[in-house]
C-alpha cells in the first residue's frame, strides 16, 4: 500500500506549502529547535506539587481519593515480604502470591508465604517492583521485559508493589527526559491507581478489569539521607 | 460504499431524544458529574492556562511540520519492529484490518476503545468478516450488547440508565449475578470478559497520541482493558488519525495533563500506556506482530480546506459536556459518530455538508465549547464557517434564503425596519395573555412547545428615543 503512503504524504505537504504560501518547508534542525522551544515551556505549566519533596508529595498523591492506592513505608527491601504479609492478613487473603520474576524480588526470604512465577487470570494477589514512580501524579512506572511481564500489572485482583525511594522522578517531564533517545521496551505503563470506570452513569467503582487494590510499598528515603546531612 | 440507510431526520431525532424523560437524567447525571470534576481539576491548577496555550502551540507545530513528524515516526516504529501500513480512507482502513486478521486466522478479536475505530466503521467491517468482535472497554461492551452507536466520544453508553444495563447483563451474561448495585454490575462484566482477553486471537486499541522520536503509541484507559487487549494475543493491531502525533514523549506529557482533567478531571488516567512493537526477545508476554494503520479519512482535506484547527482536537469529550445543545439532546440525535461542538465541526468534512447541514445549526454560539477546550479550538468560529458555506453553497432552504433576504433589505433601510419592528411588537402584543404568548400566526414553531415572552411595547430605539427627548 505505498500507493496510499505517497498520496497521504503528498497531499499533507502540498496543503502545508500551500499554507505557509509556498516557501520551502523548514529543515529539520529548525524543527527540533522549535520543538525544544515548547519542550521548555512545560516548566512552568505544570501544577505545584513538590512541597515537601518528591518522597512526601508522592505517597501524598498516592493515597489521595482520586489515586485511592494505600501505601507503607519500610526502610530495606529485605522487609518486604513482612509487609507483603501483613497485607494478606489484614486483608484476610490466603498466603499464595504470583511474583513478579525480577532477581531482587527472587533474592528475597519469604517465609510463610507460597509464591509461584506464573500468573493466572484470576489471581488474587500479585507481587512486584516498580522501575520507579513519578511524584507529581502518585504514579508507578514499569517497563515490561523479561523481569517485568507486563500481565503481572493488569491481572492480580491485588497488585502489592515495592518501589525505592531513590527512583521517584519529582514530574512526568522528568521521567520522559530519563528515558529520551534510550532503547523503549515493548510497553511503559504509567500507573495511577487501582483500575477504575465511571462507565455507569458515571459512577466511580474501583476494579474494572485491572486490579481493585494497589498497595505500594516504598522503600528507604533519598530525602532523609538529604536532611541528616543538615 | 454502500448507500446510506434510511432514517429519521435531524427534527425527528431530536423531537424523539426531547420526549425521552430516562435520556435526560442519563446525560445530566453523567455530563454534571464531569462538568464540576473538571472545575475542581482546574481551579486546583493555577498553571492550566499557559498549559493551555502550549497545548495548542505543541499541536500547531506538529500540524505545521506533519510530513516530518509522520515520517519521523514512520522510521522510529518500524526500527521497532511494528509494521506500518497506510490508508487513504475507512473503508481501505478496515479491509486492512480484516486482512491482517485473516492472515493471524483470527477467528475472535479484542477491542479496546477507539472512536477513529468507530469513524472508519471497523466493528461493522469485522463483522461483515466473520470476525467474532469482543468490545472490553466497560461501556462499549454495554452498547455491544445493546446493539446501539456510542452517544458521546469519553462515555459511550452514557444514554443507559444503570436499570437498563442490568437488564442487558442479565439477557446476555452467561453468569449475570445478582446486579444489584453498579459495582455487581461491574464486577458482572468483569467475569464475563475475563476469559475473553486470553482467548483472543488478535487485539486491536486506538491511539491518544503518536510520538514522532520513539515510533510507540500511546493510550490511556481507567479500567485496565486496552493492555489486557493488546498484551494476550499473537497480534496487536492500532488504528490511528495521522493528527495523533506529538514530537516527543516529554510534549505527550502536556497534552496528557490537559486531556485528562479536561475529560475525567482526574490528573492522569489509571494506565497510560506507551506500545512499541512486539514482544521483545526474552519478553515473557507481549504480541509477536504490531501493526499500526495510519488512516488519513478526510484530515489532508482538513488540512487544506482551512480546517486545520480541528486537527488540534485530543478527544477529551469537554466540549460535549458544556454544550446546551448536547445536554438536552445527547449524542444519538446528531446521528453521527461524532456527536457534540466538535462532531458537528467534523462531520460534515467526514460525511458532505449536504448529508450534515443541520449539525452546524444545532449550536447557540454561546461559546462554552471554545472555553473549555484544552486546545483552544474556536469551535463557534468553524461552526460558522460551515454556516457561511451552507449559504454560499446554495445548501439552505428557499424559506430561509426568503428570510434573510427580506431581513436583509430592511437592515439595509433603517427607517424602514424601525417602522416594521414597531409594528411587529404591537402586533405581537394583540396576542398576549398575561405577559405570554400561547398561539400566533407564524410562531408555531416556537408556540407547540413553550410559551413565547410578550415583548415591551415599544422597540429599544423608540424607548431609546423617548428618554433622550426628556430633560
Request: hydrophobic share 40%; aromatic share 6%.
Amino acid at each position: 500500500m505505498s500507493d496510499a503512503r505517497s498520496t497521504i504524504l503528498s497531499a499533507v505537504s502540498s496543503a502545508l506549502e500551500r499554507r505557509r504560501g509556498g516557501s520551502p518547508a523548514a529543515e529539520e534542525a529548525t524543527i527540533a529547535a522549535e520543538a525544544e522551544r515548547l519542550r521548555a515551556r512545560a516548566d512552568a505549566t505544570r501544577p505545584d506539587r513538590l512541597r515537601g519533596g518528591p518522597e512526601t508529595a508522592f505517597l501524598e498523591r498516592l493515597v489521595s481519593a482520586a489515586v485511592a492506592a494505600s501505601a507503607e513505608r519500610v526502610a530495606t527491601l529485605a522487609e518486604f515480604p513482612a509487609a507483603v504479609r501483613r497485607y494478606l492478613t489484614a486483608k484476610g487473603l490466603a498466603s499464595s502470591v504470583a511474583m513478579q520474576p525480577h532477581p531482587d524480588l527472587l533474592a528475597l526470604d519469604w517465609p510463610q508465604i507460597e509464591t509461584h512465577g506464573q500468573i493466572h487470570i484470576d489471581e488474587p494477589v500479585a507481587v512486584g517492583l516498580a522501575l520507579g514512580a513519578i511524584a507529581e501524579t502518585g504514579t508507578l512506572v514499569f517497563h515490561s521485559g523479561p523481569t517485568s511481564p507486563t500481565l503481572f500489572a493488569f491481572l492480580p485482583a491485588h497488585h502489592i508493589v515495592a518501589i525505592e525511594a531513590r527512583r521517584i522522578w519529582s514530574w512526568l517531564e522528568d521521567y520522559a527526559d530519563a528515558i529520551a533517545g534510550r532503547a523503549q521496551p515493548r510497553n511503559v505503563n504509567l500507573i495511577t491507581g487501582p483500575s477504575g470506570t465511571t462507565d455507569i452513569e458515571g459512577t466511580l467503582v474501583r476494579g474494572a478489569h485491572g486490579p481493585g487494590w494497589l498497595h505500594v510499598v516504598l522503600v528507604g528515603s533519598a530525602d532523609a539521607q538529604q536532611s541528616s546531612n543538615n | 460504499m454502500n448507500a446510506a440507510p434510511q432514517r429519521p431526520s435531524f427534527d425527528a431525532r431530536v423531537h424523539a431524544a426531547l420526549g425521552n424523560p430516562l435520556l435526560k437524567v442519563a446525560i445530566d447525571r453523567t455530563t454534571g458529574n464531569a462538568r464540576s470534576k473538571r472545575a475542581a481539576a482546574m481551579a486546583a491548577w493555577p498553571g492550566f492556562a499557559a498549559a493551555r496555550e502550549l497545548g495548542r502551540d505543541i499541536k500547531d507545530h506538529v500540524i505545521a511540520h506533519l510530513d516530518h513528524y509522520l515520517v519521523q515516526f514512520e522510521r522510529n516504529a518500524l526500527a521497532s519492529g511494528a509494521q506500518i501500513h497506510w490508508a487513504r480512507n475507512g473503508p481501505e482502513a478496515c479491509e486492512m484490518v480484516v486482512a491482517i486478521c485473516r492472515k493471524a486466522g483470527a477467528r475472535s478479536v479484542t477491542r479496546a476503545k477507539s472512536m477513529l475505530g468507530e469513524e472508519i466503521g471497523l466493528p461493522h467491517a469485522l463483522e461483515a468478516a466473520g470476525i467474532e468482535r469482543v468490545e472490553t472497554d466497560l461501556a462499549e461492551h454495554i452498547i455491544q450488547l445493546a446493539g446501539d452507536p456510542p452517544s458521546h466520544i469519553v462515555w459511550p453508553a452514557l444514554h443507559k440508565t444503570r436499570e437498563q444495563v442490568a437488564e442487558l447483563f442479565r439477557a446476555h451474561h452467561h453468569d449475570p449475578g445478582a446486579l444489584a448495585s453498579v459495582e455487581a454490575m461491574v464486577a458482572s462484566a468483569r467475569h464475563e470478559l475475563r476469559s475473553r482477553f486470553l482467548a483472543a486471537d488478535v487485539g486491536i486499541s486506538g491511539a491518544n497520541f503518536l510520538v514522532a522520536d520513539t515510533g510507540a503509541v500511546c493510550t490511556v484507559t481507567n479500567e485496565g482493558n486496552a493492555e489486557l487487549t493488546t498484551t494476550p494475543p499473537r497480534v496487536h493491531i492500532v488504528t490511528a488519525g495521522i493528527e495523533k502525533l506529538v514530537p516527543s514523549t516529554a510534549h505527550a506529557m502536556t497534552l496528557l495533563r490537559l486531556l485528562v482533567r479536561s475529560a475525567t478531571g482526574a490528573e492522569l488516567t489509571q494506565y497510560t500506556t506507551f506500545h512499541c512493537g512486539p514482544k521483545r526477545p526474552g519478553d515473557l508476554d507481549g504480541p509477536t506482530e504490531f501493526h499500526i494503520v495510519l488512516v488519513d479519512g478526510g484530515r489532508t482535506r482538513m488540512l487544506a480546506e482551512g480546517l486545520a484547527d480541528m486537527l488540534r482536537c485530543i478527544r477529551c469529550g469537554a466540549c460535549l459536556n458544556h454544550c446546551v445543545v448536547y445536554r438536552q439532546i445527547g449524542g444519538h440525535a446528531y446521528g453521527s459518530t461524532y456527536p457534540g461542538p466538535m462532531g458537528s465541526v467534523l462531520t460534515p468534512m467526514l460525511t458532505g455538508l449536504a448529508q450534515s447541514k443541520d449539525l452546524p445549526r444545532a449550536c447557540t454560539l454561546n461559546g462554552q465549547c471554545q472555553e473549555v477546550c484544552p486546545v483552544a479550538i474556536p469551535l463557534p468560529t468553524l461552526l460558522r464557517g460551515w454556516r457561511s458555506r451552507l449559504w454560499s453553497s446554495g445548501l439552505e432552504s428557499l424559506t430561509v434564503r426568503q428570510g434573510l433576504a427580506v431581513w436583509r433589505f430592511l437592515a439595509l433601510h433603517p427607517a424602514l425596519y424601525r417602522r416594521v419592528s414597531g409594528w411587529a411588537v404591537r402586533i405581537m402584543s394583540w396576542f398576549a395573555r398575561g405577559g405570554w404568548i400561547r398561539r400566533m400566526p407564524l410562531a408555531g414553531g416556537w408556540t407547540r412547545e413553550r410559551d413565547l415572552p410578550r415583548p415591551p411595547d415599544r422597540t429599544f430605539i423608540a424607548q431609546y428615543r423617548r428618554r433622550m427627548r426628556r430633560p
